[in-house]
């Protein structure tokens, strides 16, 4: 079973503040995908990446794909209450069926006005 | 553009009550299907899954079951719920690996 862990678990930091949440296993996986997921609603994703070493940049937000494809940062700048929410990455294994998409679990962030 | 439907969004029921969840999915074909449990502010465990009509595949062993009577139609049922089964149902949408596409999910409380 592959295993994907977040960390932190839990982030309060006040608005304007920069953080990093970080994504980590010990299995290399095919791609990578960060998802955002606000109380009483279904995650929506926010990127994914394939490659490794890959960066993508969404506004304030930059995700990274590790060289080994083992890990995954996500690097907010600059945070706003709009932020706020629980941030979870899952991990692919190859084409074919989603099955095999492992989630982490989970870094719940809330930024203060 | 596709839309997947959830319901009910909340749900209270006393163990030993069967339990019926309904997923429907717009605007695609042939779609993989997924249910997924989460446990408060916490990661996704897969339930089921399905590739096909009448195909379904389970994750864990459980008191839970599925179904998928319609291309674009997934179930989940209980016969008799248990404490247990209380959490959050997310129903998901996706073609081939492409990423997923989430319901809003049911609030299921088992009194």
């Known amino acids: 079973t592959q295993l994907l862990e977040q960390s932190p678990q839990f982030l309060s930091i006040q608005e304007g503040e920069n953080l990093t949440v970080y994504c980590n296993s010990s299995s290399v996986f095919s791609s990578l995908q960060w998802y955002r997921q606000e109380p009483g609603e279904g995650p929506v994703l926010l990127v994914t990446v394939v490659t490794g070493g890959e960066v993508k940049k969404l506004k304030r937000l930059t995700f990274q794909f590790g060289d080994a494809r083992k890990d995954s940062s996500l690097h907010i700048t600059a945070a706003q209450p709009g932020d706020t929410g629980l941030y979870l990455c899952a991990g692919g294994l190859g084409a074919g069926s989603a099955r095999q998409l492992t989630f982490g679990s989970g870094t719940q962030l809330t930024v203060l006005p | 553009s596709q839309t997947i439907h959830q319901w009910p969004a909340t749900l209270v029921q006393p163990v030993g009550s069967p339990l019926s969840l309904e997923c429907t999915v717009e605007g695609t074909s042939n779609p993989n299907l997924y249910w997924y449990r989460q446990a408060a502010g916490r990661g996704l465990q897969l339930l089921f899954y399905s590739v096909g009509i009448g195909q379904i595949s389970s994750e864990v062993p459980q008191n839970l079951s599925a179904s998928r009577p319609q291309d674009r139609q997934f179930i989940l049922s209980s016969k008799k719920l248990l404490l247990s089964d209380s959490g959050f149902y997310l129903c998901?949408?996706?073609?081939?690996?492409?990423?997923?596409?989430f319901g809003n999910g049911t609030r299921l409380t088992v009194t």
């Open positions: 998901a949408w996706s073609v081939l690996w492409a990423p997923l596409h």
